[in-house]
């Protein structure tokens, strides 16, 4: 019985097996690209659910760092109304 292909779950007479004792499709005719290559196909889904969970994380590091913005925006702010009261003071004398 042929193994079954840990990437698309099917039985396939041409595999591969990993270091990490996975199996994979691989359907080539020596001299020509692979017909079917799972374990490319495995590589490349991986690299793809790491690049979007990089993406899923670049979001939330900039909302901490809008957050951080706005507090320092509203500190600034904030000094920026009492320089005016301070100067209001002034004036009135
Ligand atoms: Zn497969």
Known sequence: MSPKCDYC??????????????????EQVIGNPPTKDCHKAYLDSLKKTKALKTAKDLPELSQQERSKNISKLEAYQKELKQKRFALRLQSYR
Request: hydrophobic residues 40%; glycine residues 6%; proline residues 0%.
């Open 9 to 26: 779950g099917q039985r396939n007479s041409s595999f591969v097996v990993t270091a990490n004792h996975l199996t994979f499709c691989l």
